[in-house]
T-cell receptor
Framework: GEDVEQSLFLSVREGDSSVINCTYTDSSSTYLYWYKQEPGAGLQLLTYIFSNMDMKQDQRLTVLLNKKDKHLSLRIADTQTGDSAIYFCAEGGYNKLIFGAGTRLAVHP | DTEVTQTPKHLVMGMTNKKSLKCEQHMGHRAMYWYKQKAKKPPELMFVYSYEKLSINESVPSRFSPECPNSSLLNLHLHALQPEDSALYLC?????????????FGPGTRLLVL
């Protein structure tokens, strides 16, 4: 069946890099997504990667995809306090997104 | 512009009330979605409209009634809700044709049922 797994919590120091990991099961997914959710807010699309790519970089964000191991990661360079949020990994199914449980990122001085 | 708007932002209702949530997008998207999100959980899909027709109902109780009056608008009518229906209700939209396009979310309506 479809399943997406993420670690639940990550704590980093301000200025360091954060790496959030995700594993998925459906190899037919065309796109894989990272969404950010701040407290009390909706989901903000951060970035996505097409399934035939290995890497995508967008300013401070780097997404790595290992299709063989069905592993996706999001690296945030120079992490700031404004990056504190929950980060959801999601795989794109037909007319639906399958979300992981979300990783809470805490940034401390 | 990738904006999806939702009103109201907050809603408190009693179990006998009837209320509606509204979602709007002007990106020309032809698929629209309702999700329910409980605290500390990921969003759960409720309904999908594709080209203004209901295409997916994830076995949602009939006290939730979706409506898509036109390609830009999506409503969720609420009647006789239970306290366990209290949650953040998120609307999303995507371009639509293949069913695999990127979904853009609104800010949500936070619903409290007393």
């Amino acid at each position: 069946g479809e399943d997406v797994e993420q670690s639940l919590f990550l704590s980093v120091r301000e200025g360091d890099s954060s790496v959030i990991n995700c594993t998925y099961t459906d190899s037919s997914s065309t796109y894989l997504y990272w969404y950010k959710q701040e407290p009390g807010a909706g989901l903000q699309l951060l970035t996505y990667i097409f399934s035939n790519m290995d890497m995508k970089q967008d300013q401070r964000l780097t997404v790595l995809l290992n299709k063989k191991d069905k592993h996706l990661s999001l690296r945030i360079a120079d992490t700031q306090t404004g990056d504190s949020a929950i980060y959801f990994c999601a795989e794109g199914g037909y007319n639906k997104l399958i979300f992981g449980a979300g990783t809470r990122l805490a940034v401390h001085p | 512009d990738t904006e999806v708007t939702q009103t109201p932002k907050h809603l408190v209702m009693g179990m006998t009330n009837k209320k509606s949530l509204k979602c709007e997008q002007h990106m020309g998207h032809r698929a629209m979605y309702w999700y329910k999100q409980k605290a500390k959980k990921p969003p759960e899909l409720m309904f999908v409209y594709s080209y203004e027709k209901l295409s997916i109902n994830e076995s949602v109780p009939s006290r939730f009634s979706p409506e898509c009056p036109n390609s830009s608008l999506l409503n969720l009518h609420l009647h006789a809700l239970q306290p366990e229906d209290s949650a953040l209700y998120l609307c999303a939209s995507s371009q639509g044709p293949s069913g695999q396009e990127t979904q853009y979310f609104g800010p949500g309506t936070r619903l409290l049922v007393l």
